[in-house]
């Protein structure tokens, strides 16, 4: 086995270096969901009497598949950003929109 020998010691740090960052940036960019294979669609869901944003989300998470094995506080969060919602203050017959697959 013939053996090499590395003359500039800069040059091979700095493209071990970027070598690990090629990597790392690869990995990072696999390992994030993608929802390419399924479109997302909306409902128009109606504020009931008494309904709040809590209960709403309780019903999605049974009903909805889009927010299967979701934590309630992200369902809430992402209906409140979805419908521009500044509080958690809801009015009977208010219009939200909640994403479906």
């Not at 090629?22 to 929802?35: D, E, F, G, M």
């Not at 944003?53 to 209906?79: G, H, M, P």
Request: glycine share 2%.
């Amino acid at each position: 086995m013939k053996h090499r020998k590395i003359i500039n010691k800069n040059k091979f740090i700095r493209s071990i270096f970027i070598l690990l960052a090629l990597v790392v940036i690869i990995i990072w960019i696999a390992s994030h969901k993608t929802y390419s294979s399924s479109e997302i669609k909306y409902k128009t869901e109606y504020v009931g009497k008494g309904e709040t944003l809590w209960t709403i989300a309780e019903k999605e998470i049974q009903r909805n598949s889009y927010f299967q094995n979701e934590d309630i506080r992200n369902v809430i969060l992402e209906i409140k950003e979805l419908n521009n919602m500044h509080t958690s203050d809801l009015l009977e017959g208010m219009e939200l929109k909640i994403p479906i697959y």
